[in-house]
């Protein structure tokens, strides 16, 4: 139990490959974390999927993560400011963009010493890179807390970065809640994506600390197809077409109007909603399907009369059965998500399904009981230009009249800004913090 | 919100196909959940990975997902009997025994009414079988429960089916403890494994509730890799060569001894261990590998002294240094659990890493602040003949003396029995309720 043993077997390869990698020479060609390893050590990993096409570019115009294809697991991450420093916030800022920049690729942060902590926990040692992305946002309270202007970026506060207001059916969490930082890994590895956000929490060590985190994962589909949610129904199926740049300046990337650290950035709404699966569960296809909106197997919608439809056949919301009521019914979830009632309001959805296990629950249903039952739902992700008119404008009313909300509550979440991309030898929001 | 609303746009695509599954035309053939579908509806997979080879068989001499090699993701679920009639108890094995045979097949368990609630949850529509499989086991207290014997069943537990003992550290939350039935569902991917077990538990109303789940997962290194576990250790190098039928009958699978329903079985430890790993990210290099006993990066023994040594060297714990101690030291990981020094009591090991996000808790280091921290660590799961001599015999020692342990915490988990496999038309344990 002594902690200051003399180091023993001193481990010369370890201390080897790690002085490499610190030098940045390991890594950075294959992508895999144990290449270029000394010759006497051949590299752990030779494998087809070990192409580069698997390494995500962390450097551009936007940060990575958003408009990029959705990979299968994620860790989303808030954290609360510890400091009044303004010069220490930027600080972490910057030690987080350089540690994004070797972790997105492959290249682990480097140690040189036995006798100190390896920056690097290691745990993805030989790892392939996953597709990793890391995602960063500010929250509204780095910006004002209880009315106080704490970093003097007050001012830089763009218009559209409101507070969420409290919506109907609302039962977050504190600790679920809110937060001054947020950074949202997507990888194709649990692992992978976890001690991602491990590291940066240990850059965070007397800056930040963590205030809350949700995993979550999307299901194994082969990427042709739109991946079911734990509801069973397909999701994700309509989203703004992100190769068209004309849509995702429209409904995506800030313009000018948020300022300059604003410029490519977007906006994300993470909010982990849990679903009574128990409840979804005991209900007759038929209501589920008109809860949706959808077929349940094909996904297409309930409107649909052709002989070949699918998820992608057009909605018809106005298509009506012969006694004159809508087919869709009035309060179903596509109706309500539909941009055709939402002044064509929309946004980019990237959400992951969750599951933290069972807890005691109070049921909202006879009888209700309290029974241990399935933590699990949906960590719902959204991306926009402006929450004003993305999701605050179509989760207001869904809030209120969507036959879903009978089966799902939201727990938590946030808004929080996130920042343009990062160009070589600059750091995220430097254009707020050296405003 | 009326959940009496006629069912309008009958969904005859997805009822015709859930008739077919029903009937067993579906998925059988290809393992696809959707193949043999309508043909006005193409399958919706075709892709290499949908092979036979993800399937694994349900029925054999022993029960799957203990030899299995090991698959990425895990869910453990325990689950509390809530009936005193001994024919129900036997009636939810024989359906969940049914239900195993479908869903380790990847056929759906079925529906046929779009008036009724379907059978299957249906979020596994269309995704690949991911080589799931399903393994049952039966608590000590299904047994004996506060000194009851509850359903006539006492006079057949086996003489190695002994209560776990408790252990120096232990800090096992009620919560999360015990169980009168156990499942571990294995497999590829997470929705895959917690849709099993949540098709499980709707199976289960009304006779048993879930009680305590843990899901997990491997990092998804290349398969001839030893995994890297959250603490950045190779785990799971050594371990009984499962291929050899000598060693698996002398270790894993119960003979005679047990009774004719545990013949071919075997008993399960699962325990969920959280890790301190903000604690551990904090200790020097060399400590770590001192803990374990081995090289971070490479796996090796620290008694490793040629010129190519890897994680499959032999251990040495004999090897001294200059000054005369041991290389290993006393109370190193390895050392406590190697067979020499365990009178030869070997286990097969098959845990998961698991990520339950982050509470807040009391470090148990200085300065023994409260804070919110990772709750992460080991799914610790292991087989056995008999637990005597197996994970009690080795556990013993070592919760009192391995230096893992000021990182380490044993929250929750049981012992389990695992009769052996089940032959068609029979159904789990059937020996056991009916002799």
Not at 14 to 27: D, E, K, N, P, T
Not at 46 to 63: I, N, V
Not at 168 to 193: F, I, N, W, Y
Not at 296 to 318: V, W, Y
Request: with cysteine.
């Amino acid at each position: 139990m002594d902690q200051n043993h003399q180091p023993r077997g001193c481990p010369m390869a370890s201390r080897r490959f790690l002085l490499a990698a610190a030098a940045g020479l390991a890594g950075a060609a294959a992508g895999a974390r144990l290449a270029g390893a000394e010759p006497d050590h051949p590299p752990l990993i030779k494998t087809a999927s070990l192409t580069t096409d698997r390494l995500l570019p962390f450097h551009g115009r936007h940060q990575n993560g958003i408009v990029t294809p959705q990979q299968g697991h994620t860790y989303f991450a808030a954290f609360d400011i510890a400091t009044d420093k303004r010069a220490e916030v930027a600080g972490l800022l910057r030690r987080w963009t350089q540690a994004a920049e070797k972790l997105t690729q492959g290249q682990p942060l480097g140690s040189d010493d036995p006798n100190t902590p390896p920056p690097d926990s290691g745990d993805v040692l030989g790892l392939p890179p996953s597709r990793l992305t890391l995602t960063f946002g500010l929250g509204p309270t780095l910006f004002t807390k209880d009315g106080a202007d704490r970093f003097g970026l007050a001012k830089h506060r763009p218009e559209a970065f409101v507070d969420l207001p409290r919506f109907v059916g609302d039962q977050l969490v504190p600790e679920r809640t809110g937060g001054d930082l947020s950074v949202q890994a997507c990888g194709d590895d649990p692992q992978a994506t976890m001690s991602a956000v491990r590291q940066l929490m240990r850059l965070a060590y007397g800056v930040a600390t963590i205030r809350w985190v949700q995993n979550g994962f999307l299901a194994g589909y082969d990427p042709k197809i739109t991946p079911r949610n734990l509801m069973g129904f397909k999701d994700g199926t309509f989203n703004p077409d992100v190769k068209d740049p004309k849509i995702t300046d429209r409904l995506i990337w800030a313009g000018d109007e948020g300022g300059a650290w604003m410029r490519g950035g977007t906006y994300v709404v993470a909010r982990p909603i849990r679903i009574a699966l128990e409840h979804w569960d005991r209900m007759k296809l038929s209501f589920q399907e008109q809860t949706i909106g959808r077929e349940k197997r094909s996904g297409a919608p309930l409107s649909a009369t052709g002989a070949h439809n699918d998820e992608f056949t057009p909605i018809d919301l106005d298509a009506n059965d012969r006694d004159g009521n809508p087919i869709i019914p009035e309060n179903a979830h596509v109706r309500l998500a539909a941009p055709q009632t939402n002044d064509g309001a929309q946004i980019l959805r990237r959400g992951y399904s969750y599951d933290n296990g069972v807890s005691l629950v109070a049921e909202r249903w006879p009888p209700w009981r309290h029974a241990v039952e399935l933590d699990a739902g949906l960590l719902f992700v959204c991306y926009q230009r402006d929450p004003r008119t993305g999701f605050i404008k179509i989760f207001d009313r869904m809030s209120k009249f969507d036959m879903l909300n009978q089966f799902v509550t939201h727990v938590g979440g946030g808004l929080f800004a996130c920042p343009g991309g990062v160009a070589p030898g600059r750091y995220l929001a430097q254009d707020l913090f050296e405003a």
